[in-house]
């Protein structure tokens, strides 16, 4: 705290950057780190940011001997410790910044920085650097490149990138070692009646709710429960389980996992069922009340397609939109659930829809009007459903900007086929509800019960008359698909397909004659 204004170093710095910033020089063991090789930049009206990061040069085991050795804090030059240098030996003194950087470094060990990722991308430089590699060394004998763990005869440019690969790997196991170990869960996530937490260090502490069960300044949450190694929790209900060990003097990263007591959203029972990724532009009204973006009035409707109530909880829309579904998301057979773009818009465009009938609001990009990818994976990362849409094409194109959304036909089918989806039948689309209308509907709306009922005397049977949205009382052939010649040596084929007559299903296929040509 800056005694003088009884401001907290966070209201001057964005500690985040300050976390990763320590943490990309400490595992490369920079050498010129903190004192040197120094970056920072302060957005306007912003917190000073630590970064960008460069001059890594003298890193990874280079040849200078400060970075050789894959262990310890810092390089063995004591100005570069970051332990004791500069302003960075106070950011230590707060417990909150070291936990802060403890459960960075194991989120990035599951993620971008696991040991096969970090391995993994040296090989992948390497393959564009072995030809080049050849001419640097002749020209620049004085650094011939260096024998790896395989010593050989002749070191090679593959030599040099074995000493890199290995020093990564014992570099990351020293980091691991350094923190109080997570508890381990078992099993991982998913839907059991019981989870058994062990831990090699401290005591665990552990929350159901998601919540943490360490407290801002390391005190212990009075929500948390405890429980002995070895042990198992009871799954009653959906939960998001996190769980920490503590020992005298450190808190472990959390351990989390969602499980469930139900069946959980997958491949098969969920599919998206309404895209409303370019709504009508604001009316007067709408403008006075502060939404002048069309965008604001995205939605994006998901529908149960089982017989059974699944859970979405931690499911989440992680390209195109940016989504998670919070804990104890429950959506009952055949029922829908929809994400806006902006709640306070969408209420105004749709008031007759709850406030509480809402999912939630997405993050970062809105819906791309130019047509993007969308997928939703379960809460331990397995793909529900992915596909791409278009406003192009073979794709509705009122539901680009005119009003109209963009409805799965039958959800869960060929998502990325642009046939298996048309635009809604009224403006604004049918969020949470369905605007098609089923062919034994309109059977009885016109007194029918014969699907090849031709009362009209028109040559066109009852099915026909409901795909194309015709009269069945009425003769006429306006609505019958038209056929003419288009460039040379291609034809056009329009086909009327009324909106809402989902029961008939459009399917394109090659002629006989392309069959044969092919």
Known sequence: VYKRQGLHYTD???????????????????????????????????????????????????????????????????????????????????????????????????????????????????????????????????????????????????????????????????????????????????????????ATQGTIHYTLDGSDPRLPGGAINPAALTISSGSSVTIAQSSLLVARARTTTQWSAPSTGYYFSGTPAAPG???????????????????????????????????????NPIDLSGSRFSTGIDFTFPLGSILSQGKRTIIVANRAAFAVRYPAIAFAAIAGEYSGDRLDNAGESLTLTDAAGTTILTFSYLPSGLWPDDADGSGPSLVAINPGTAPDQPLSWRASTQPGG????????????????????????????????????????SNPTTPGLADLPVVQPSAPGTWSVTVFHAPGADDCLLYTSPSPRDRQKS
Not at 177 to 182: D, H, I, K, M, V
Not at 440 to 469: M, R
Request: net charge negative; with cysteine.
């Open 269 to 307: 029972n969920l599919a998206v069922s309404e895209i409303h990724y370019h709504p009508a532009d604001p009316s007067l009204a709408e403008i006075a009340a502060g939404f002048r973006n069309s965008d604001d009035f995205e939605f994006l409707e998901l529908i149960n397609t089982s017989a």
């Open 430 to 469: 049918s969020p949470l509800g369905s605007d098609a209308l089923s062919f034994a509907s309109w059977l009885a709306a016109f007194s029918l019960t014969d699907p090849a009922d031709d009362s009209d005397g028109d040559g066109i049977n009852a099915f026909g008359e409901y795909a194309a949205g």
């Open 12 to 198: 001057y710095i964005d500690r985040d950057s300050w976390v990763d910033h320590g943490l990309l020089n400490i595992l490369a063991q920079n050498a010129d780190c903190f004192r040197l090789s120094t970056y920072m930049h302060k957005p306007r009206n912003g917190k000073l940011f630590a970064g960008p990061i460069w001059d890594f040069d003298r890193t990874i085991g280079s040849t200078d001997s400060r970075s050789t050795n894959p262990t310890g804090w810092s390089a063995t030059q004591p100005a570069t410790d970051i332990l004791t240098w500069g302003w960075w030996k106070f950011l230590w003194t707060d417990p909150d910044f070291w936990q802060r950087y403890t459960d960075r470094w194991f989120a990035l060990r599951d993620s971008t920085l696991t040991t096969a990722s970090l391995t993994g991308l040296v090989t992948q430089f390497e393959s564009q650097l072995t030809e080049a590699a050849v001419r640097n060394y002749a020209k620049w004998t004085a650094t011939p490149p260096r024998d790896g763990p395989d010593a050989g005869s002749t070191a090679t440019f593959s030599d040099e990138m074995d000493i890199v690969r290995n020093w990564l790997t014992q570099r990351t196991t020293w980091l691991d070692s350094q923190f109080t170990p997570r508890p381990v869960r078992s099993p991982a996530g998913g839907r059991t009646n019981s989870v058994t937490l062990s």
